[in-house]
């Protein structure tokens, strides 16, 4: 059974700094085939990708998050990480990890993902 558990979200203020972890369970990280992802939902929108990382270490990001988010995975304690900078208003919302076990491209289409955590919220004041 795979499970993932998101963590590190909060309330900070534009222009500040959080750290997202997403800890997976019942499977490994370094697997050869596996695309892990960030989604984000804000209220009464649609989910979207933030980033994605597959297991040659090939990152994508969201247009209006590149050069302030990056994703990485720390093998040894198995958890994906996203550092979020110089975050703003618009980067409210609710975040996800997710998993796709058999593919070797990580999208930014949620559609791709089946194993999903269950979200952490991040708030961002202006």
């Known amino acids: 059974q795979v499970r993932l558990v998101e963590s590190g979200g909060g309330s900070v203020q534009a222009g500040g700094s959080l750290r997202l972890s997403c800890v997976a369970s019942?499977?490994?990280?370094?697997?050869?085939?596996?695309?892990l992802a960030w989604f984000r939902q804000a209220p009464g929108k649609e989910r979207e990708g933030v980033a994605s990382?597959?297991?040659?270490?090939?990152?994508r990001y969201r247009d209006s998050v590149k050069g302030r988010f990056t994703i990485s995975i720390d093998n040894a304690v198995n958890t994906l990480f996203l550092q979020m900078n110089s975050l703003k208003p618009e980067d409210t919302a609710m975040y996800y990890c997710?998993?796709?076990?058999?593919?070797?491209?990580?999208?930014?289409?949620?559609?791709?993902?089946?194993?999903w955590g269950q979200g952490t919220q991040v708030t961002v004041s202006a």
């Open positions: 990382i597959d297991m040659t270490g090939i990152t």
């Open positions: 019942g499977y490994a990280y370094n697997s050869r085939s596996a695309c």
């Open positions: 997710a998993a796709d076990l058999k593919s070797d491209y990580a999208s930014l289409f949620y559609g791709q993902y089946n194993y």
